[in-house]
């Protein structure tokens, strides 16, 4: 420890350290031996971003999903937790296909992360979402869902036998 005009400091890596909580005992000591080792200083170390992972449920969409008019409000959900920190925010990020994205913040349902949306209202091609979730000090989880979005019907085409084989073609 450093002495600067009476105000005792200490520099430490704190990446040297394992996640997690962690404590510091400040003992003082003076010149005839009396000891005060009462300050205790707590804290936790986190440098993991939150764990994202999508919910797999029937009817949660899957990577590749397909979506047509039809198909209106999806509700996409995803478990998001930190081990060591709270999660402190959750958007789902969609890219409309028009260069123009947007974002929609989370509900979350003890720790079940939600929006849902009319996925028809995107433009025909192929999507994505990003879920972005950071915690308490910063630590970001970029995690991506992709699917599309398809209005044009299939096209069907007749081919009729000119042959006729047992009455029928």
């Known amino acids: 420890a450093i002495n600067d005009l009476g105000r005792w400091y200490v520099s430490y890596n704190l990446s040297l350290l394992v996640e997690g909580k962690q404590g510091v005992r400040v ?19 986190d ?12 009817g949660n969409p899957d990577n590749a999903s397909n979506f047509s008019l039809r198909t209106n409000n999806q509700t996409f959900n995803f478990t998001i937790f ?3 920190t709270d999660v402190q925010s959750v958007y789902f990020w969609f890219d409309n296909g028009t260069g123009q994205d947007f974002n929609i913040t989370a509900t ?12 028809s209202a995107l433009a025909e091609e192929r999507q994505g979402i990003r ?3 950071n915690d308490t000090v910063g630590n970001m989880n970029n995690t991506v869902l992709n ?7 299939p096209n ?6 000119n042959n006729f084989v047992n009455g029928s073609n």
């Open 27 to 45: 003992v003082a000591n003076d010149s005839v031996g009396n000891i005060n080792n009462t300050a205790m200083i707590n804290f936790t170390l």
């Open 47 to 58: 440098f993991s971003a939150p764990n994202v992972s999508k919910v797999t449920e029937n």
């Open 82 to 84: 930190d081990l060591f």
């Open 108 to 119: 979350n349902n003890s720790g079940r992360w939600y929006v849902s949306y009319n996925v």
């Open 131 to 133: 879920v972005r979730a």
């Open 147 to 153: 699917f599309t979005v398809d209005f044009t019907p």
């Open 156 to 161: 069907v085409t007749l081919n009729f036998l």
